[in-house]
């Protein structure tokens, strides 16, 4: 990551039947939801994804962990880990995992001050926890974590 450009990231909110993506940069340290696949036992739909790191190109891939409120891990941290794995393989981007405790919980609310239970039908939490995924390791990239 270098500091005297922009560097454009995607943010993903995995889970078992959808991944949210956000994308964000660099210079203002923001993020804003993009798409919502839809995943089969935590397998992306690969040829949407290609598309979209073909768009937009992003220097680097930042993924949620997701883990208990203890810390520790849970059995969809796994498939977390292993997803993270496959895109550092298959995009050769560098690729950070951030803790995602309640991101979803904490999209859902923003959604709902915003427009109600109408707001939360539209299958957009995932990309907005992804967002907020992106804005996390944005205030925490001096302590960001490589997965190996």
């Known amino acids: 990551m270098n500091k005297n450009t922009t560097d454009i ?8 039947k959808r991944i949210g993506i956000a994308v964000g940069q660099t210079i203002t340290k923001t993020a804003r939801p993009l798409v919502t696949l839809k995943a089969k036992d935590g397998i992306p739909q690969w040829e949407e ?9 992003p ?4 993924v949620g962990i997701p883990l208990n ?3 520790t891990e849970q059995n969809v941290t796994l ?3 292993k997803f993270a794995d496959s895109l550092k393989e298959r995009y ?12 979803t919980r904490d999209a859902r609310e923003q959604m709902f001050s915003k427009g109600g239970y ?5 299958g957009q939490v995932d990309s907005v926890a992804a967002q907020l995924i992106l804005e996390t390791w944005f205030m925490q990239s001096g302590d960001k974590q490589d997965l190996p």
């Open 69 to 71: 409120m203890d810390g």
């Open 79 to 81: 498939s977390a880990k």
């Open 49 to 57: 994804l290609d598309k979209l790191v073909k768009t937009w190109r």
């Open 59 to 62: 220097d680097a891939l930042i």
């Open 9 to 16: 990231l995607l943010g993903f909110d995995f889970g078992m």
């Open 92 to 103: 050769n981007l560098p690729v950070f995992g951030v803790d995602e405790r309640l991101t």
């Open 118 to 122: 109408k707001a939360l039908k539209n």
